[in-house]
């Protein structure tokens, strides 16, 4: 947890002195008692937490003002000391460090608030907070950081915790670093300026005492050589003068040996002055002045001692001299004296003149004595007026010196005042910043404690995920490898299953072609369907513009006209009535269609009288397409469907025969007669030279083929249509398909066929040109019915050569291709005869189909229209069926649904071609 003002307490608990051996860094170095400041209530305030400077992220550090500044200063240079040597137990350290960080994963500089009173215990809360009491972990958690770190300063470096994750925080911070290096230089300054102070005055303490020591050793040895010379006054010795005199040489040379030493030891103290501009300098050079003045007077009052040892040598001499001469000057007294060694002995008297010459002696002696003795207490005097001096000097000295240790503790005061000004500011400062990070970190530890589980599951998955993406190249080898094979199998298989699957397809589709063809087969290759149109504005009103078609209700096969007020009945295959739409009639021959695909060729026709409704079946209108149309959209999306395996191409051809004459509907020459013509090849196929074809691949392509070919339809009006068409119109669809996987290639044609109008000339109107193609008209489809008839019956001669129509349809007719005919009629009652006459021609083909063989004796040759004409129902068709001779008509009194039953079973079979 970060905490920003967090301030850490050496208590003198066993934690504490575990973590840090506090007694290394006691300020005064007394040791641990001095630094558990924060301990008990009844601890006094004593010196702030020196401790704290090891920890080099100090933002600030206080101090009593009842502090010694020396002690201090003791203090910082033995904690620096302390620091410098410090080594720390690098793992315990770390281990420390790894339980602080993991409940708290930072610590913070430590930080301590600026003069906590003196009365005041430090610990409680003026200025200082109550610190997490972590003790030595916390501590040694601490020093770890900073040693971790790379060094430790010595209290220089001032940074910060390592986590600042806001940039603000970290402007605080730096700020707050800033000025406690500020406060630092001044500690510094500070500790010089207090260890110059300290080394000068032990300096000068040295000095004082070195020179009161000399001073006293000075005056002992006066006081010595004042009884030496009481003794010697005392004895009045000439020899003991003189040994006095060597005493005293000896003692000068002494004296002067430590006074060289003391030379010695004072230059030596002057070399290791470090402050050279210290205002004490000069007053040790004065002093060092006085005591060279000093040895000067002691070198001229050694010099005086040796002028008086010459004169008292002098004057000894001169005395001997003297004595001499003046005791051969004294006869008489000797004389005197002799008379009285004379009285005695001459012994004696020789004895008393010795004697008293040696009195005289000693006599003059003494009074030489005395005058030294008078010079030298004159000497003495001197001496102890100098000492007097020096004393003075000594005084004024000390006097100099305690008012330069006052000014100096004043200088001291002022800059302690100083310097706790400026940590006051500093601490002001540092404490309105500290407020606004304190307001930024509330922020901070909201969303930190926000992100904290956020960080924490992030971490989890970053760890889950760098393992998988660690272990993921081996998986995704191992998954590649298994894959590689599961897709080898699942290759070979589908490979395998492929192969069936053709096999089968095959089979299916050749078994499809099968049960298709039989499917037709059974329904009969030339299958006749009828359609009713509705009663048109064409038809006009009244009773010839009613409805003379019924319909029966159970089956949509059967229709029944009423003719000249007797109903006859016919039998199709299909019968669409007026209300049926395009799309169901499409329904009933799209099979045939599709066959188309698969190579077969259909013939769809368009059967029926002008009018009745052939091009609407086969062509439709735009917004209800017939036949045509459907069939080709049909063929695309089958040939989509199969696209995977088959490549197909569908080409048409639009064509009109017209009296006769083949003309292409697509082509540039719509007038140019084409011929039908037998391929080269030797094939038997047939083909048309020059007939157009194009190749469609989309609904737009066809309907732009029918646009082109309809415009190009001969149209004509007609009595009977306005817009009646008088050519057979042919749109030849060919599918050519491609099985890609085995190479079989099938060609399809189909043939939608819109006949020209089948219509009894009589009635129509017809003469000249009309008449001529209205014979052309009914001849070639007279030729159809025929070839169909051949067909049906299995004649060896199939007659398609006996019109155009059936010529070009020759392929798609014969064989196994297959044959639709939607029989058009009109129910209006004035068109009763041609649609009698239709659903005749409609009945007699199917009725080839389902009728035996035998019946084709039995219907001789095929009828034309102008045959039918003749062979009108009141003449010969039996009532109730339009059937000129025993016909299915006659046989299909049986039910549809029987006939439906029979086709379902399969048991009704066709006559094969
Ligand atoms: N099933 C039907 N539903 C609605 N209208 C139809 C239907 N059949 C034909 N008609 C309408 O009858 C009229 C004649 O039809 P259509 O032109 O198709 O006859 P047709 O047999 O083609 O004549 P022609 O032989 O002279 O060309 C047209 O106006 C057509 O729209």
Redo the contacts with the bound molecule.
């Keep these: 947890m970060i905490t920003s003002r967090t301030a850490w307490h050496l208590g003198s608990g066993p934690a504490a002195g575990a973590a840090w051996n506090t007694k290394d860094l006691a300020p005064d170095g007394r040791g641990q008692d001095r630094l558990g400041a924060g301990g008990g209530a009844g601890a006094s305030p004593r010196a702030p937490l020196l401790p704290a400077l090891l920890h080099h992220k100090i933002l600030s550090v206080s101090w009593p003002d009842s502090a010694n500044p020396r002690g201090l200063c003791r203090a910082l240079q033995a904690l620096r000391d302390t620091t410098r040597k410090r080594t720390f137990p690098m793992e315990q350290a770390a281990s420390s460090h790894r339980q602080h960080s993991d409940s708290q994963q930072q610590f913070l500089p430590v930080q301590f608030p600026a003069f906590p009173s003196a009365a005041q215990p430090l610990g409680t809360p003026h200025g200082w907070h109550s610190a997490p009491q972590r003790g030595g972990c916390a501590l040694t958690s601490s020093i770890f950081a900073h040693t971790a770190g790379g060094r430790l300063c010595g209290g220089k470096r001032a940074s910060l915790s390592t986590a600042r994750p806001f940039p603000v925080i970290q402007e605080v911070m730096a700020s707050m670093a800033h000025l406690q290096k500020e406060k630092l230089r001044l500690q510094e300054e500070l500790l010089e300026l207090q260890e110059k102070l300290t080394a000068q005055e032990n300096n000068e303490l040295s000095l004082s005492l070195q020179l009161q020591g000399q001073v006293e050793t000075l005056k002992e040895k006066l006081l010595e050589q004042a009884q030496e010379i009481s003794r010697l006054r005392s004895e009045l010795g000439g020899t003991d003068a003189e040994k006095h005199r060597d005493l005293l040489a000896a003692e000068n040379e002494r004296l002067r040996q430590e006074m060289k030493a003391l030379e010695g030891e004072l230059r030596e103290l002057q070399q290791q002055a470090p402050c050279r501009d210290c205002p004490h300098l000069q007053e040790n050079a004065e002093l060092q002045e006085q005591l060279s003045q000093l040895q000067r007077e002691a070198e001229e009052t050694r010099a005086r001692l040796v002028e008086l040892d010459l004169e008292v040598q002098q004057k000894t001499n001169r005395l001997a001299e003297e004595t001499i001469a003046s005791l051969k000057s004294q006869p008489q007294q000797i004389k005197y004296i002799i008379k009285t060694v004379e009285v005695e002995s001459a012994k004696v008297k020789q004895a008393l003149c010795e004697t008293q010459s040696r009195n005289q002696y000693l006599q003059e002696q003494v009074g030489m004595q005395k005058q030294v003795l008078k010079e030298m207490e004159q000497q003495l005097q001197s001496s102890q007026k100098t000492e007097a001096q020096l004393r003075a000097q000594i005084m004024m000295y000390e006097a100099e010196l305690e008012r330069a240790h006052g000014q100096m503790l004043e200088e001291m005061q002022a800059m302690e005042d100083e310097k706790n000004h400026a940590i006051e500011e500093a601490f002001s400062r540092a404490q309105v910043e500290m407020k606004a990070v304190h307001e930024n970190l509330a922020g901070v530890r909201t969303n930190l404690l926000t992100l904290q589980p956020a960080l924490r599951t992030l971490t989890h998955d970053y760890n889950s995920l760098k393992r998988q993406v660690r272990d993921f190249p081996l998986l995704l080898q191992e998954t590649l490898r298994s894959a590689r094979a599961e897709i080898s199998q699942a290759i070979e298989e589908v490979h395998s299953t492929n192969r069936e699957l053709l096999r089968k397809y095959r089979r299916e589709l050749q078994l499809r072609k099968k049960c298709h063809n039989e499917l037709v087969r059974l329904k009969g290759n030339i299958r006749v369907f009828g ?4 009663i ?1 504005k ?1 038809d006009g009103e009244g009773p010839e513009a009613a409805n003379a078609v019924t319909f029966d209700a159970d089956d949509d096969a059967v229709l029944h006209l009423l003719h000249k007020g007797k109903q006859v009945s016919f039998e199709l295959d299909k019968v ?1 009535p ?1 209300q ?1 739409s ?1 799309e169901e009639v499409f329904q009933e021959v799209q099979a045939l269609v599709t066959s188309c695909i698969d190579g077969y060729n259909v013939c769809i026709f ?1 059967y ?12 439709g ?1 735009a917004a209800n397409p017939g036949i045509n149309q459907r069939a080709l959209q049909l063929l695309f999306s089958e040939v989509r469907g199969k696209a995977a395996d088959w490549d197909y191409t569908i080409t048409v051809s639009a064509a009109e025969i017209y009296n006769e004459a083949l003309r292409d509907l697509l082509g540039k020459e719509p007038q140019e007669k084409l011929e039908i013509k037998l391929c080269p090849d030797g094939s038997g196929q047939l083909y048309v030279p020059g007939l157009t074809e194009f190749r469609v691949q989309s609904v737009e392509d066809i309907n732009k083929v029918f646009e082109f070919g309809h415009i190009k339809r001969v ?1 004509e009006c ?1 009595n ?2 306005e ?4 050519s057979h119109a042919l749109l030849i669809v060919t599918v050519r398909g491609l099985d890609r996987s085995t190479g079989l290639r099938t060609t399809g044609k189909l043939n939608l066929v ?4 089948s ?1 009894r000339v009589g009635r129509s109107g017809a003469e000249g040109s009309r008449l001529r193609e209205a014979q052309h008209i009914n001849k070639s489809l007279s030729a159809l019915g025929d070839v169909i008839y051949a067909l049906r019956s299995r004649q060896g001669h199939v007659p398609f050569r006996n019109s155009k129509l059936t010529y070009l349809l020759q392929d798609s007719l014969s064989g196994d291709s297959k044959t639709l005919m939607m029989v ?1 009629v009109s129910p209006a009652e004035k068109n009763t005869s041609e649609t009698l006459c239709s659903l005749k021609f409609a009945e007699r083909v199917r009725s080839v189909e389902l009728g035996p063989v035998s019946r084709k004796a039995e219907l001789g040759s095929w009828p034309s229209q102008e045959h039918l004409e003749g062979d009108s129902p009141g003449s010969s068709a039996p009532a109730g069926r339009g059937h000129a001779s025993p016909s299915p008509g006659q046989l299909s009194s049986r039910s549809a649904s029987i006939r439906r039953k029979l086709h379902t079973s399969g048991k009704l079979r066709s006559i094969p071609l």
């Design positions: 359609r009713v149109r509705p048109t064409e669409f007026p049926a395009q368009a029926g009288q002008t009018g009745a409704g052939k091009t609407y079946t086969m062509e209108t149209t007609t009977l249509n817009h009646s068409s008088r819109d006949l020209a109008g219509e058009q």
